[in-house]
């Protein structure tokens, strides 16, 4: 399975970024990821960046991680990403959101909560959901029901 994470901004915080890199190095097993992470600026600045990242992956599949995705479970969730045949893309924006381009191009719009989180914690919920859905494809014990 190949996955790339494109991201504003690089993340702060040294205990989320370990949590991160943990969750990257248990996904490795299940799936080959690349993270691009994009400078913060303003919403039309940081839409079109993620466009122009978007246009190198032209044939794969873009999930946008916004308010008013699909919510799933995490088996749902699991289903969802087996179901792609092909490289999935996952984006998730800066502080103030996404431009509305970017949300236009994704095929699968998905909201990991009702909540609302900062854009750091967006992307360590994640990739722990990246994990465990990839787990899960694979038959392994990290998800209890």
Same mark, same amino acid.
């Given at each position: 399975?190949?996955?790339?994470?494109?991201?504003i901004g690089?993340?702060?915080?040294?205990?989320l970024?370990?949590r991160?890199?943990?969750?990257?190095k248990?996904? #490795?097993?299940y799936?080959?990821?690349?993270?691009?992470e994009l400078?913060d #600026?303003?919403?039309?600045?940081?839409?079109?960046?993620?466009?122009?990242?978007l246009?190198?992956?032209?044939s794969a599949?873009?999930?946008v991680?916004s308010e008013?995705?699909?919510?799933?479970?995490?088996?749902?969730f699991a289903?969802?990403?087996? #179901?792609?045949?092909?490289?999935?893309?996952?984006?998730?924006?800066?502080p103030c959101g996404?431009?509305?381009?970017v949300?236009?191009r994704?095929?699968?719009l998905? #909201?990991l909560?009702k909540l609302t989180?900062?854009?750091?914690?967006?992307?360590?919920?994640?990739?722990e959901?990246?994990?465990?859905?990839?787990?899960?494809?694979h038959g392994g014990?990290y998800h209890?029901?």
């Open positions: 399975m190949l996955l790339k994470l494109v991201l690089k993340l702060k915080d040294r205990a970024q370990a991160c890199d943990e969750f990257a248990w996904l #490795s097993p799936a080959k990821l690349e993270i691009v400078p #600026s303003n919403v039309a600045k940081e839409g079109q960046a993620i466009v122009k990242a246009e190198k992956e032209r599949a873009v999930v991680l008013e995705g699909r919510q799933f479970t995490s088996t749902e289903a969802k990403l087996g #179901s792609f045949d092909r490289k999935i893309v996952f984006v998730i924006g800066g996404l431009a509305p381009e949300k236009q994704a095929d699968l998905w #909201s909560s989180f900062t854009h750091e914690l967006a992307r360590l919920l994640l990739m959901q990246l994990f465990r859905a990839t787990n899960i494809l014990s209890n029901p």
